[in-house]
């Protein structure tokens, strides 16, 4: 009986954690969409000029956590 109750919960929370990651890839794609690109970019050239890439990547990610890391580099690469 008890083995039962351990399948039950571990599949509700199985499926909790995947409707969850589901509403958050949601709401990161409705940010983004609200989001303008010029921000991000605008915000890459206020960093300081001898910055590395490394250095700014991370700035602009900590800024905007909704950029992934390869978002980031194209953004990088744009300014």
Do not use: C, F
């Given at each position: 009986m008890s083995m039962i109750v351990v399948y039950l919960v571990g599949a509700w929370l199985l499926?909790?954690?995947i409707a969850m990651r589901r509403?958050?890839?949601?709401l990161e794609k409705r940010l983004k969409q609200?989001?303008?690109p010029t921000e991000y970019l605008t915000y890459?050239?206020?960093q300081?000029?001898?910055s590395d890439k490394v250095a700014s990547i991370?700035?602009?990610r900590k800024q905007y956590p909704e950029l992934s890391l390869l978002e980031a580099n194209q953004l990088?690469?744009?300014k």
């Amino acid at each position: 009986m008890s083995m039962i109750v351990v399948y039950l919960v571990g599949a509700w929370l199985l499926l909790m954690h995947i409707a969850m990651r589901r509403h958050i890839r949601q709401l990161e794609k409705r940010l983004k969409q609200v989001t303008d690109p010029t921000e991000y970019l605008t915000y890459l050239r206020q960093q300081p000029v001898h910055s590395d890439k490394v250095a700014s990547i991370k700035a602009l990610r900590k800024q905007y956590p909704e950029l992934s890391l390869l978002e980031a580099n194209q953004l990088w690469q744009q300014k």
